[in-house]
C-alpha cells in the first residue's frame, strides 16, 4: 500500500527565511504528487501538483517543490517565509496508473516567527 | 458553483443520534469523494462516487456510515447512531474525472462534534 511520510510535524522558520517542509512517498511506481496547505478551521487549498514533464513545480504564493525518484521525495520549499504562510501543510499522492483515492501525509505546522 | 460547498459548517450530536452532511460538489465534476480528518491530522478516504454511482466503498465503516449522490441534489453523508469517535471533519472533494492527474478539489468540511 502506498504511504506518505511527512518529516516533522511542526516546523518553526523566522520570517524571510527558507521553508523547507519534507515529503518522502513509498511507491513502486512513481505516484502524483500534491501539496495543499489548509488554513485554520478551512479546507484544503491546492499549492501545487506533480504528474509528469518537470520535475520542479512551481505553485502558488511562491512554493515550489521538486520531486526527486531517486530519492522517494517531493519537498516543498519556499525562499522567504511570510507570516501568511502559517499553516498546515499536507502531502499527498495517488496512484499514476489508477484512479483517484489519495493519500495524505500526517501534516506539518508551520509556524513564522517574526 | 466554482467551489465544493459543504453544510453544515458545525454540527453537534449526542451519541447515539443521527447526523447528515452535505456536499456539492463543482459544476461539471463527476467523482465526489467523502475523507474524514481525525486528531492528530489523519485522512481517512471514505467513499467515492461517479455521478450517482459508488465508485469505491472501501473506506466505508460497514456499520452506521452511509452516502448516496442523487441527480440534482446535493451529495450526503449519513451517520446514524454517532459514537464519540465519529468526532472529525468531513471533507468532501470533487474533481472533472477519476483520471489520477485530475485535481481534487476540497470543500471547507463540516467539523462533527459527537458528546
Known amino acids: 500500500a502506498q504511504s506518505v511520510t511527512q518529516l516533522g510535524s511542526h516546523v518553526s522558520v523566522s520570517e524571510g527565511a527558507l521553508v523547507l517542509l519534507r515529503c518522502n512517498y513509498s511507491s513502486s511506481v512513481p505516484p502524483y504528487l500534491f501539496w495543499y496547505v489548509q488554513y485554520p478551521n478551512q479546507g484544503l487549498q491546492l499549492l501545487l501538483k506533480?504528474?509528469?514533464?518537470?520535475?520542479l513545480v512551481k505553485g502558488i504564493n511562491g512554493f515550489e517543490a521538486e520531486f526527486k525518484k531517486s530519492e522517494t521525495s517531493f519537498h516543498l520549499t519556499k525562499p522567504s517565509a511570510h507570516m501568511s504562510d502559517a499553516a498546515e501543510y499536507f502531502c499527498a499522492a495517488l496512484n499514476s496508473g489508477g484512479y483517484q483515492k489519495v493519500t495524505f501525509g500526517t501534516g506539518t505546522k508551520l509556524q513564522v516567527i517574526p | 458553483g466554482e467551489e465544493v460547498a459543504q453544510t453544515p459548517k458545525h454540527l453537534v450530536r449526542g451519541e447515539g443520534q443521527k447526523a447528515k452532511l452535505y456536499c456539492a460538489p463543482i459544476?461539471?465534476?463527476?467523482?465526489v469523494f467523502w475523507y474524514q480528518q481525525v486528531l492528530k491530522n489523519e485522512f481517512k478516504f471514505l467513499i467515492s462516487?461517479?455521478?450517482?454511482?459508488?465508485?469505491?466503498e472501501t473506506g466505508m465503516p460497514k456499520e452506521r456510515f452511509s452516502a448516496k449522490c442523487l441527480p440534482n441534489s446535493p451529495c450526503s453523508l449519513e451517520i446514524q447512531a454517532t459514537k464519540l469517535e465519529d468526532s472529525a471533519v468531513y471533507f468532501c472533494?470533487?474533481?472533472?474525472?477519476?483520471?489520477?492527474?485530475?485535481?481534487?478539489?476540497f470543500g471547507p468540511g463540516t467539523r462533527l462534534l459527537v458528546l
Open positions: 462516487f461517479q455521478n450517482e454511482n459508488v465508485f469505491d
Open positions: 506533480y504528474t509528469t514533464g518537470a520535475t
Open positions: 472533494a470533487s474533481s472533472k474525472s477519476g483520471q489520477g492527474r485530475e485535481t481534487q478539489y
Open positions: 459544476k461539471g465534476h463527476s467523482y
